[in-house]
């Protein structure tokens, strides 16, 4: 999977429900994706929380851009925060996790964003090995199912799981070819599966949202 910038809940099933997980850093950069933004949702209304980036595009990698300086953008990103979420009953808890998560010092986007799925993970307790695909798979010039293939077996693995978005993309013969079951995570949808793991944090309280990391099936 990409890096993803607070992603919604069931990204953090599918973390959940794996021994490892593959970060794609070395992927091209998708513009208006969800690498640096997220949405969450206030009075109804969807609103857009960003990550402002250096010079991105799609000929460059993930791993390759950087964040723009933070003085720039924290300060006001910080604020939307708090406007929005300040009397959320989980407010001084959840702030805390997300300022450290904002305050990083790494301005790399990936490892940026490394931290962030890190830190949300051992907030969750979840004990998943997070893995670089750039360390993994030097493989760079495979692409789609063939990249993924070649992660699986480079780590061992014999199964593979993916989000539902990933069907039109993979092929279960293909894996199976290989020795490799492919299966796909369905789940309930909702509000919550429209927006940032941020929402969730900071109106639900932490059993809640672990037994949610469960509520789903493989495919």
Excluded at 90 to 95: A, D, L
Excluded at 100 to 116: A, D, R, T, V
Aim: net charge neutral.
């Amino acid at each position: 999977m990409q890096p993803y910038f607070l992603p919604y809940i069931g990204y953090w099933q599918l973390i959940n429900a794996v021994d490892k997980f593959v970060i794609l850093d070395d992927v091209q950069y998708i513009t208006k994706g969800w690498v640096n933004r997220n949405k969450i949702i206030v009075n109804g209304k969807e609103n857009w929380i960003t990550i402002p980036l250096k010079n991105a595009n799609r000929n460059r990698m993930i791993n390759e851009i950087e964040i723009c300086e933070k003085s720039l953008w924290l300060p006001k990103f910080e604020r939307s925060i708090k406007y929005n979420f300040k009397n959320s009953f989980f407010f001084e808890e959840i702030y805390e996790l997300i300022d450290f998560i904002l305050n990083h010092e790494e301005n790399n986007l990936s490892k940026f964003l490394l931290n962030s799925i890190s830190s949300i993970c051992n907030y969750l307790g979840i004990k998943t090995d997070i893995l670089v695909s750039s360390s993994c798979s030097p493989k760079r010039e495979l692409q789609g199912e063939s990249r993924i293939i070649e992660i699986c077996k480079n780590i061992g693995a014999n199964s593979y799981i993916n989000l539902p978005g990933g069907k039109h993309l993979y092929n279960y013969s293909s894996f199976s070819e290989e020795g490799i079951d492919l299966h796909f995570l369905e789940q309930k949808k909702n509000e919550e599966y429209l927006c940032s793991i941020a929402q969730i944090l900071f109106r639900k309280n932490k059993q809640d949202i672990k037994s949610e990391l469960y509520k789903f099936k493989l495919n």
